[in-house]
T-cell receptor, first 113, second 115 residues
């Protein structure tokens, strides 16, 4: 099925470990974004990309890196995990501005101990 | 900077009745889109409805309609004939048309539909 695929669905990390959250879409969307959702709150933008090779910071970028070498893939790297990064992470993609809403991945629930 | 405010943390509605979820926004962008998303208890995010800042008519999608009042900077979601399956968290979001990767979300409203 077409859509946004995120892996893994669940992850437990120890403080200081690094890891990469994977995100891939097969809809040829130019725009991709990473959000985090903390309990009882809305989504906050971490990083986003407007096309292959182009990325920019969102509202809460510290401790995270991204790259966009292809249109399809937009991985999120946690450099040195901290308990404050415990959250649910969503990857989203969009065809463009205007009436095109986001298509979201199913999310990654990350716990840092 | 953009800001979305959803002032109703929780709402209750009787099955088959209509309900309005409030959303106000603030932005300096002249051209933008307003969106509503649904997040059921299973956790996925589902796009419901879109309203463009220059649209003259309110958007409708089935039982969902968006009550857009640009001068008041409000974009309320109206759900008609509520169903038990409408119980979920609802998020209002705004996105500038100059950058489709950069949406701002509100904190959400939890809607509970009572039988």
């Amino acid at each position: 099925n077409a859509g946004v695929t995120q892996t893994p669905k669940f992850q437990v990390l120890k403080t200081g470990q690094s890891m990469t959250l994977q995100c891939a879409q097969d809809m040829n969307h130019e725009y991709m974004s990473w959000y985090r959702q903390d309990p009882g709150m809305g989504l906050r933008l971490i990083h986003y990309s407007v096309g292959a090779g182009i990325t920019d910071q969102g509202e809460v970028p510290n401790g995270y890196n991204v790259s966009r070498s292809t249109t399809e893939d937009f991985p999120l790297r946690l450099l040195s995990a901290a308990p404050s990064q415990t959250s649910v992470y969503f990857c989203a993609s969009s065809y463009g501005p205007g009436q095109y809403g986001y298509t979201f991945g199913s999310g990654t629930r990350l716990t840092v101990v | 900077a953009q800001k979305i405010t959803q002032t109703q943390p929780g709402m209750f509605v009787q099955e088959k009745e209509a309900v309005t979820l409030d959303c106000t926004y603030d932005t300096s962008d002249p051209s933008y889109g307003l969106f509503w998303y649904k997040q059921p208890s299973s956790g996925e995010m589902i796009f419901l409805i879109y309203q463009g800042s220059y649209d003259q008519q309110n958007a409708t999608e089935g039982r969902y309609s968006l009550n857009f009042q640009k001068a008041r900077k409000s974009a309320n979601l109206v759900i008609s004939a509520s169903q038990l399956g409408d119980s979920a968290m609802y998020f209002c979001a705004m996105r500038p048309n100059t950058n489709a990767g950069k949406s701002t979300f509100g904190d959400g409203t939890t809607l509970t539909v009572k039988p």
